[in-house]
């Protein structure tokens, strides 16, 4: 099996995620501000509790190339899409520290401790595959609204998202991704058991990103 099989499995709930009105609404630059502020703060404690997970597949590796696997993804995810979040939540007046006393929302809880429990009971398949929809998923919407014509960057209080997931260095990094995904699910059959946890795992996931979505979404009512 290959990503695509992971995808197809889930169809409905990956264009639910990748499709969904919060990001549309972002790169019209039409989503409202309390929304994506939420969105934002829970984003945060999100990507502290996937530094966990990506650290927990060191733990899972034996080769010591195993073991830098996850490092770029890693790096970037502490450097690039962490320090995005902070400036952006200190042009509204949020500190870093502020951020940290963030009282974690459901959702985020869900999420990211769904993708620790599923690595730390299974192995590093299953670990990435949890893995998977965060960084494939943020880089098909990415790719979409850096092509969509009603997507906006002049004036859009957006912007430096939509430039942060459409841009070179985010897609080439899942492109790698991806790339490491294949080479892991290459010899398991769709059809088996195996292969149908692995199904299961993904579209776990990919529910669970509909749902931050919707987080952020229910914040602005
Ligand atoms: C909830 C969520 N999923 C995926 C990404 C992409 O890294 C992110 N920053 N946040």
Known sequence: MNY????????????????????NQLATGDLNKYAFFHYLKQD?????????AYALAVFKSSTLAEMREPLPGLNALLESEMNHHIEYCQTWGLSAEEMEAEPEDFGTVCYTRYVLDTG?????????????????????????????PETKLEGNPYRSWVELYSGEDYQSGVEETIRRLNAMLEEIPLESKRGHRLCEIFKTATRMEVAFWEQGMKAAQ
């Not at 169809?11 to 499709?19: A, K, L, M």
């Not at 945060?44 to 966990?52: D, E, G, M, V």
């Not at 670990?127 to 990415?142: D, K, M, R, S």
């Open 120 to 148: 730390m009971a299974g192995d590093r398949t299953d670990l990435f595959t949890a893995l998977a929809p965060c960084a494939i998923g943020y880089a098909v919407v990415g790719q979409r609204l850096g092509q969509w």
């Open 4 to 23: 695509q099989d992971l995808i197809s499995y889930c169809q409905q709930d990956w264009e639910d995620y990748t499709e969904h009105d919060f990001v």
């Open 44 to 52: 945060y404690l999100f990507l502290k509790h996937y530094a966990r």
